[in-house]
């Protein structure tokens, strides 16, 4: 009989888990009531049952989940805008395109475009990352970077619309140069001060893969330049163009295939040096919101950034007449900051964390990214567009990608970092700032298409 009695309670009890408990009783707390497990209690599952199928309850499981929805977007909302203190310069970008309808002062408006667009950017790394989570680690690093890079690339179309190819090509060259010189150098500086009695470690190979991407880079756009200036084209003007496109499709067929390195044939490459003793570790971080949440957070300040990017790239011209600064300083430096606020963020962020192997991917990827398809991507839309872009970045701006190259390479090719080395990248991009300052761009007035 006692046996025949506790097949019984299970049987109430599993009708009970499946029906679904809406006081969240778990299965110990039912056996636990007797109550609940009597003849009385089973005749009401009974009738329960009845309702179910009769449609009753299905009401009220609609408000619950309707109420649950709305519980979780204002969670979501919560968590993304409200959470951190950047995201009190987002109303900037409304106030941006306030001060453009009504006074038209393109010094403002650019400035307040810079200042909106800044914490969209920021928040754009944020959500990538809370999607990395579910992604995995070398997936999540490539959304990372991609997304990243999605302000500098938003920007970079917008300006091809509107015909200021130097514009795209100089801001495009900024944001290698502030990766690979800021924000690097701002991560080897905090992880070195934080961790001041140790050299921290990174995956040496996956670097060394990443700066031979570099140096293809810089010979797809040496050779452009050094044709033009050495007055050796076949078809002045052409040839070079023409090279150029040529150029751009190989290196898109190189990045895919770095991808395909990356991701499947030698994914063992890009481990962490230090995987063991992070996979030990208790402060294990958790996502804060879902994966489609994040998805559906990344879309919204995708569109958002686009928006603002119109105002922001319309008026680089007059801000520069405003404030007296060159359109290649504007371009090369101050763009570039406000794109890489993502990267910059997060590779300090990690770099602090002992976590140097992403802060690498963080900064060098993007700068990868950007160079092996970013420029030639835009190089393939400008040539959809009819628009003459190519990748002559002129020998001023070619010679300083290729020193900056040559001096990370020979940063990273020990495998190790500390402060001195992220001080010493610091300086040396004040060096570049100042020098894009006093620097007279002789392709200016060819910024503009000609009219007809």
């Given at each position: 009989?006692?046996?025949?009695?506790?097949?019984?309670?299970?049987?109430?009890?599993?009708?009970?888990?499946?029906?679904?408990?809406?006081?969240?009783?778990?299965?110990?707390?039912?056996?636990?009531?007797?109550?609940?497990?009597?003849?009385?209690?089973?005749?009401?599952?009974?009738?329960?049952?009845?309702?179910?199928?009769?449609?009753?309850?299905?009401?009220?499981?609609?408000?619950?989940?309707?109420?649950?929805?709305?519980?979780?977007?204002?969670?979501?909302?919560?968590?993304?805008?409200?959470?951190?203190?950047?995201?009190?310069?987002?109303?900037?970008?409304?106030?941006?395109?306030?001060?453009?309808?009504?006074?038209?002062?393109?010094?403002?408006?650019?400035?307040?475009?810079?200042?909106?667009?800044?914490?969209?950017?920021?928040?754009?790394?944020?959500?990538?990352?809370?999607?990395?989570?579910?992604?995995?680690?070398?997936?999540?690093?490539?959304?990372?970077?991609?997304?990243?890079?999605?302000?500098?690339?938003?920007?970079?179309?917008?300006?091809?619309?509107?015909?200021?190819?130097?514009?795209?090509?100089?801001?495009?060259?900024?944001?290698?140069?502030?990766?690979?010189?800021?924000?690097?150098?701002c991560a080897f500086f905090s992880g070195g001060i934080i961790y001041y009695?140790?050299?921290?470690?990174?995956?040496?190979?996956?670097?060394?893969?990443?700066?031979?991407?570099?140096?293809?880079?810089?010979?797809?756009?040496?050779?452009?330049?050094?044709?033009?200036?050495?007055?050796?084209?076949?078809?002045?003007?052409?040839?070079?163009?023409?090279?150029?496109?040529?150029?751009?499709?190989?290196?898109?067929?190189?990045y895919a295939s770095y991808l395909v390195f990356q991701l499947k044939s030698?994914?063992d490459l890009y481990d962490p040096v230090n995987e063991g003793i992070e996979?030990?570790?208790?402060?294990?971080?958790?996502?804060?919101?879902?994966?489609?949440?994040?998805?559906?957070?990344?879309?919204?300040?995708?569109?958002?950034?686009?928006?603002?990017?119109?105002?922001?790239?319309?008026?680089?011209?007059?801000?520069?007449?405003?404030?007296?600064?060159?359109?290649?300083?504007?371009?090369?430096?101050?763009?570039?900051?406000?794109?890489?606020?993502?990267?910059?963020?997060?590779?300090?962020?990690?770099?602090?964390?002992?976590?140097?192997?992403?802060?690498?991917?963080?900064?060098?990827?993007?700068?990868?990214?950007?160079?092996?398809?970013?420029?030639?991507?835009?190089?393939?839309?400008?040539?959809?567009?009819?628009?003459?872009?190519?990748?002559?970045?002129?020998?001023?701006?070619?010679?300083?990608?290729?020193?900056?190259?040559?001096?990370?390479?020979?940063?990273?090719?020990?495998?190790?970092?500390?402060?001195?080395?992220?001080?010493?990248?610091?300086?040396?991009?004040?060096?570049?700032?100042?020098?894009?300052?006093?620097?007279?761009?002789?392709?200016?007035?060819?910024?503009?298409?000609?009219?007809?």
């Open positions: 009989m006692a046996n025949t009695s506790d097949m019984s309670q299970r049987i109430v009890v599993n009708s009970h888990l499946e029906l679904g408990s809406p006081d969240g009783i778990s299965e110990h707390e039912l056996f636990e009531d007797e109550s609940l497990v009597s003849p009385m209690a089973f005749a009401k599952k009974a009738h329960g049952l009845d309702s179910v199928q009769n449609g009753s309850f299905s009401g009220v499981q609609q408000g619950w989940n309707t109420k649950s929805i709305r519980s979780r977007m204002f969670r979501s909302v919560k968590i993304v805008v409200f959470s951190a203190k950047i995201n009190l310069l987002m109303p900037f970008g409304p106030i941006a395109i306030l001060v453009h309808n009504l006074s038209g002062h393109h010094g403002w408006v650019f400035f307040l475009s810079l200042l909106g667009i800044t914490p969209l950017a920021e928040r754009l790394g944020y959500a990538t990352e809370q999607l990395a989570f579910f992604t995995g680690a070398t997936v999540g690093g490539l959304l990372n970077a991609t997304f990243g890079n999605a302000t500098e690339l938003i920007i970079s179309i917008y300006a091809l619309k509107h015909g200021m190819i130097r514009v795209v090509q100089q801001s495009l060259l900024g944001s290698i140069l502030s990766n690979m010189l800021l924000v690097l150098g009695k140790k050299e921290q470690v990174f995956n040496k190979a996956a670097a060394v893969v990443n700066s031979g991407l570099l140096l293809m880079a810089v010979m797809g756009l040496l050779f452009p330049a050094v044709l033009h200036y050495t007055h050796t084209e076949v078809h002045f003007g052409k040839s070079e163009l023409a090279l150029s496109r040529f150029t751009s499709c190989i290196m898109l067929v190189a030698h994914k996979e030990g570790s208790d402060d294990e971080e958790i996502p804060e919101i879902s994966q489609w949440e994040a998805i559906i957070w990344l879309a919204i300040l995708t569109a958002w950034i686009s928006f603002l990017s119109e105002y922001l790239v319309g008026a680089i011209e007059g801000a520069s007449v405003a404030w007296k600064m060159p359109v290649a300083f504007i371009s090369v430096i101050l763009l570039p900051i406000v794109g890489n606020a993502a990267e910059h963020a997060s590779a300090i962020m990690f770099a602090m964390k002992d976590k140097l192997d992403i802060s690498l991917g963080v900064a060098i990827g993007s700068s990868t990214q950007i160079s092996m398809f970013g420029i030639p991507f835009c190089v393939v839309v400008g040539w959809i567009m009819g628009l003459p872009m190519d990748l002559n970045f002129q020998l001023f701006e070619t010679a300083t990608l290729f020193i900056t190259v040559l001096v990370v390479a020979f940063m990273l090719q020990e495998g190790t970092s500390n402060y001195f080395k992220g001080l010493m990248l610091i300086l040396c991009y004040l060096i570049v700032a100042a020098s894009f300052f006093v620097h007279v761009d002789p392709s200016a007035v060819e910024d503009k298409p000609h009219q007809p």
